[in-house]
């Protein structure tokens, strides 16, 4: 499955930068993230409670991210897997200035294998769109609040910042 | 194919419903159990706690008075689908029904579950779009009311919150000169829709559109009204004409349209437009008889 898109976020390249890759802010904008921890070089373990309405599934895998070029692209392995399923992917993040905003740009390319692959197929494409209106609804926040600030993050308040912002 | 295991709770009343709701962690309520029991049988949910609403009395009948059509969240596709009543004073909701799945899902399935399950492609939200619908949720501290277009936030995501139960359905009675239909392209298998298209139509002395209601399913993350071809066909005559120009609109604004292996996104889309000239056609012919 192809995921691929642009998404405006009214902050500036060096901060969405950071939101991106910083692992405490990265943890705090996945959706249904429970834990992420750096394991170096650019990798992380993580630990993701993903799902969609009354549909969840934990799952517990690596991320690594390759080719850094602060500010502006890197590149984006996952490898997750939970009792429902496993998620494979690989993609390029890239950040444009636009102004005093930034453009991400992002393509990628997930496999998705196990029951969740085989019974919610006519969901993948939907559910995908809808955690990534959820992750850039809560990087809209994270990146745009005041240093400081505590950010609340939830489902639905999330949605509808990404709903707002797109 | 076995959920795991759960608490079960058969409450009588909605007030001892909500409260249990309020006093577990990772409650689910059960309806008709046609889309909360297959998801739990393959673990996709594994609630702790399951509260049957079935035995809730009062959640379960269709009234027409005082200008409103009110039908309880638990009423059974079936039970809509052969309401006379209803069949006359607004035919979108039992055409609506009777597209739903098969005879056992209409048996057991209900309009409040299937509307707070909020399937992408559930045929309920664009009838409830169209028709201008409200409902009315259960919490601890009282009932509150909200508007369908309020109503559903995403795919499967409603503004119902972890300790509320949606109790009833309100849908404004359609005034004399009204007419409703649904046309819908299902899915053969799972019989879930494509795409489908509710429509109402109300009509003036003179035959032109005084009011128009048009919800649109499987296209877009959640139902949406179509209000470009709602204000395209207010105070037109309802032919050919005005309502190919008007249901051509069907997709407007439509970003993301839902894509899987059975439809594509411009498919779908394209569905919609054609749907919307049916189901408009339809109710104009229902709103002259």
Same mark, same amino acid.
């Given at each position: 499955?192809?995921?691929?898109?642009?998404?405006?976020?009214?902050?500036?390249?060096?901060?969405?930068?950071?939101?991106?890759?910083?692992?405490?802010?990265?943890?705090?904008?996945?959706?249904?993230?429970?834990?992420?921890?750096?394991?170096?070089?650019?990798?992380?373990?993580?630990?993701?409670?993903?799902?969609?309405?009354?549909?969840?599934?934990?799952?517990?895998?690596?991320?690594?991210?390759?080719?850094?070029?602060?500010?502006?692209?890197?590149?984006?392995?996952?490898?997750?897997?939970?009792?429902?399923?496993?998620?494979?992917?690989?993609?390029?993040?890239?950040?444009?200035?636009?102004?005093?905003?930034?453009?991400?740009?992002?393509?990628?390319?997930?496999?998705?294998?196990?029951?969740?692959?085989?019974?919610?197929?006519?969901?993948?494409?939907?559910?995908?769109?809808?955690?990534?209106?959820?992750?850039?609804?809560?990087?809209?926040?994270?990146?745009?609040?005041?240093?400081?600030?505590?950010?609340?993050?939830?489902?639905?308040?999330?949605?509808?910042?990404?709903?707002?912002?797109? | 194919?076995?959920?795991?295991?759960?608490?079960?709770? %058969?409450?009588?009343?909605?007030?001892?419903?909500?409260?249990?709701?309020?006093?577990?962690?990772?409650?689910?309520?059960?309806?008709?159990?046609?889309?909360?029991?297959?998801?739990?049988?393959?673990?996709?949910? !594994?609630?702790?706690? +399951?509260?049957?609403?079935? #035995?809730?009395?009062?959640?379960?009948?269709?009234?027409?008075?005082?200008?409103?059509?009110?039908?309880?969240?638990?009423?059974?596709?079936?039970?809509?689908?052969?309401?006379?009543?209803?069949?006359?004073?607004?035919?979108?909701?039992?055409?609506? @029904?009777?597209?739903?799945?098969?005879?056992?899902?209409?048996?057991?399935?209900?309009?409040?579950?299937?509307?707070?399950?909020?399937?992408?492609?559930?045929?309920?939200? =664009?009838?409830? $779009?169209?028709?201008?619908?409200?409902?009315?949720?259960?919490?601890?501290?009282?009932?509150?009311?909200?508007? =369908?277009?309020?109503?559903?936030?995403? $795919?499967?995501?409603?503004?119902?919150?972890?300790?509320?139960?949606?109790?009833?359905?309100?849908?404004?009675?359609?005034?004399?000169?009204?007419?409703?239909?649904?046309?819908? $392209?299902?899915?053969? =298998?799972?019989?879930?829709?494509?795409?489908?298209?509710?429509?109402?139509?109300?009509?003036?002395?003179?035959?032109?559109?005084?009011?128009?209601? +048009?919800?649109?399913?499987?296209? %877009?993350?959640? @139902?949406?009204?179509?209000? @470009?071809?709602?204000?395209?066909?207010?105070?037109?005559?309802?032919?050919?004409?005005?309502?190919?120009? !008007?249901? !051509?609109?069907?997709?407007?604004?439509?970003?993301?349209?839902?894509?899987?292996?059975?439809?594509?996104?411009?498919? #779908?889309?394209?569905?919609?437009?054609?749907? @919307?000239?049916?189901?408009?056609?339809?109710?104009?012919?229902?709103?002259?008889?």
């Amino acid at each position: 499955m192809k995921i691929t898109g642009t998404h405006q976020i009214s902050a500036a390249r060096d901060r969405v930068f950071t939101v991106l890759t910083d692992p405490e802010c990265l943890a705090r904008v996945m959706p249904g993230c429970k834990g992420l921890e750096s394991t170096g070089d650019g990798a992380y373990s993580i630990h993701l409670a993903a799902g969609v309405g009354p549909i969840k599934g934990e799952y517990a895998g690596t991320v690594q991210l390759t080719d850094i070029e602060a500010p502006s692209s890197y590149r984006m392995l996952v490898d997750a897997k939970g009792k429902t399923g496993f998620v494979k992917g690989e993609g390029k993040v890239e950040l444009v200035e636009d102004g005093d905003a930034t453009t991400v740009i992002y393509e990628g390319d997930v496999t998705l294998g196990g029951p969740v692959a085989a019974v919610g197929q006519r969901m993948h494409s939907s559910a995908a769109k809808l955690m990534t209106r959820q992750l850039f609804g809560a990087i809209e926040a994270e990146a745009t609040a005041e240093e400081g600030e505590d950010v609340k993050h939830s489902i639905i308040r999330n949605t509808l910042r990404g709903l707002r912002s797109k | 194919m076995i959920p795991g295991t759960f608490d079960y709770h %058969a409450p009588k009343t909605l007030k001892k419903a909500v409260s249990l709701l309020n006093e577990h962690e990772d409650a689910k309520i059960l309806a008709g159990g046609h889309s909360l029991i297959p998801l739990m049988k393959l673990r996709f949910a !594994a609630p702790a706690v +399951v509260i049957d609403i079935g #035995r809730v009395s009062g959640i379960s009948r269709i009234r027409i008075s005082d200008g409103h059509i009110q039908i309880g969240a638990l009423t059974t596709h079936h039970t809509i689908g052969s309401n006379a009543r209803l069949r006359r004073v607004c035919p979108v909701l039992p055409e609506t @029904a009777n597209e739903i799945g098969d005879l056992q899902v209409r048996n057991r399935g209900t309009l409040g579950g299937s509307v707070v399950h909020a399937d992408p492609a559930a045929d309920w939200p =664009a009838a409830m $779009m169209a028709l201008r619908a409200s409902f009315e949720v259960a919490g601890p501290s009282g009932t509150r009311e909200v508007s =369908a277009s309020d109503f559903f936030v995403d $795919m499967m995501t409603t503004t119902i919150g972890d300790g509320e139960i949606l109790s009833q359905i309100r849908i404004p009675e359609p005034p004399a000169g009204s007419g409703s239909a649904y046309a819908k $392209m299902h899915q053969s =298998a799972s019989g879930f829709a494509i795409t489908g298209v509710a429509a109402q139509l109300t009509l003036d002395e003179s035959g032109n559109v005084s009011a128009a209601g +048009v919800g649109v399913t499987g296209v %877009a993350p959640i @139902a949406y009204t179509a209000s @470009a071809v709602e204000d395209a066909l207010v105070g037109k005559a309802p032919d050919e004409g005005a309502i190919a120009a !008007a249901a !051509a609109l069907a997709a407007d604004g439509v970003q993301d349209a839902n894509e899987d292996h059975h439809a594509s996104g411009e498919y #779908r889309m394209h569905l919609a437009t054609v749907l @919307a000239s049916r189901a408009l056609a339809s109710a104009a012919e229902r709103a002259k008889s």
